[in-house]
């Protein structure tokens, strides 16, 4: 069983690669491996030793296959390896035909394109690959990503992660120093240094004299998408009062005032009625609200005049989630009603996707916006 990628280096995974690369040639009936060889010098080049190369026949045709295996697929790592590859195959005859191939457990999506761009074949242990070169063409998408993967892609949108994330997607976009960033966050150093690398690995953020800056917010934010999951993130109660809207929002603001218990850590609204403040879309025929616990019942149900309900039944939606903290990080003021609070442009966009039946096509909206999450242009 393969340990966590992590873990291992190149030379541990190398029976991997190789498996892999040779599964890659048997699809082709017609391609046939005829050598293949390991850690070969090419020329008098002190730097020209790819990890493997191997004669092929297409047909009467002798082509030159280079690979090179990273332990991680991410975006940085196969530029990388695209780079030593075209340096290799420069190194080669120039009369003989060579392609060059990029092995890893796992190929992203974008390091995908990045080799696709490039000229450059791939795979990796979930099956994805791609081969073209003569009359060989070969391209896979696996539907799942190996377990090792899925772990290291939540591990990005952990709630400590999150944190720092919030930080540097709140627009104007700007370049942060890490130990400014871990104050921001209110995580520690090493946790801000942790992300900071899987950012730079995955080219969603760039680093200069004054920082790391994002540089792909886009990309962040719909792969935070992917990872989230709103009902497991949240414990949601609903009523049913005789207020709406404005006046039930304003409502309930008084009385997490006035509830010592919450310490001022008041409602921060979000889904329908956070996104009508917003960008306006729909009408909300729900208030709901982000709390740091449940209220006391009796006293709540009375001021409110509320009665609790089924999911789904109510005009009141209390939800408590699993850090509350992470939400203050980047919150706002409703603009034309500054005494309401919401959560940040990129919570409710979030929000929108996993907690509304038709929160998608609001959430497109909103993100349409050019003040989305402090603008990121």
């Known amino acids: ?16 690669f190789q498996a892999t690369l040779r599964g890659l040639v048997a699809r082709v009936p017609f391609l046939k491996l005829a050598l293949l060889k390991q850690d070969v010098k090419l020329g008098k080049d002190r730097i020209g030793r790819p990890d493997w190369l191997a004669e092929l026949r297409v047909g009467d045709q002798s082509w030159t296959l280079v690979a090179e295996g990273k332990k991680s697929g991410q975006p940085r790592e196969v530029r990388a390896a695209v780079l030593q590859l075209k340096h290799y195959l420069s190194l080669l005859p120039p009369d003989k035909p060579s392609h060059g191939l990029v092995l890893a457990p796992f190929i992203s999506e974008d390091s995908a394109r990045i ?31 190996p377990p090792g993967i899925k772990r290291e892609a939540k591990s990005v949108f952990s709630p400590k992660a999150t944190r720092v994330l919030r930080v540097l997607l709140q627009g104007p976009l700007r370049a942060w120093k890490v130990k400014d960033l871990a104050a921001a966050a209110d995580v520690s150093l090493g946790h801000v240094s942790a992300v900071r690398q899987k950012l730079l ?33 949240t414990e949601i109660r609903e009523y049913s009062t005789l207020a709406s809207d404005l006046p039930l929002a304003r409502t309930l603001v008084a009385f997490c005032a006035e509830a010592g218990s919450f310490s001022g850590a008041g409602p921060l609204f979000t889904l329908n009625f956070a996104a009508w403040l917003r960008a306006p879309h729909n009408v909300p025929t729900t208030v709901s609200a982000y709390l740091e616990s449940f209220p006391d019942e009796r006293e709540f149900l009375s001021l409110l005049k509320a009665r609790p309900v089924s ?13 509350y903290k992470s939400l203050t990080i980047d919150s706002q003021a409703a603009t034309e ?3 309401l609070s919401l959560v940040s442009d990129l919570q409710l966009f979030l929000d929108l996707h996993g907690g509304e039946p038709n929160g998608v096509e609001q959430a497109e909206v909103l993100r349409n916006t050019k003040t989305f999450n402090g603008g990121w242009s």
């Open 1 to 16: 069983m393969l340990k966590p990628t992590e873990k291992l280096n190149e030379r541990e995974l190398e029976p991997q």
């Open 115 to 145: 080799c696709a761009e490039a000229g450059v074949g791939y795979a990796d242990f979930a099956g994805n690959a791609r081969l073209s070169f003569d009359r060989i063409f070969i391209e896979t998408r696996a539907a799942e990503k």
């Open 201 to 233: 690995e995955r080219e969603w953020a760039e680093e200069s004299g004054e920082g790391i800056r994002i540089q792909q917010p886009d990309v962040v934010l719909r792969a935070w998408i992917q990872e989230d999951d709103f009902l497991k993130r």
């Open 311 to 323: 999911r789904g039944a109510g005009n009141l939606r209390i939800i408590v989630p699993a850090d």
């Open 337 to 339: 009603f500054p005494e």
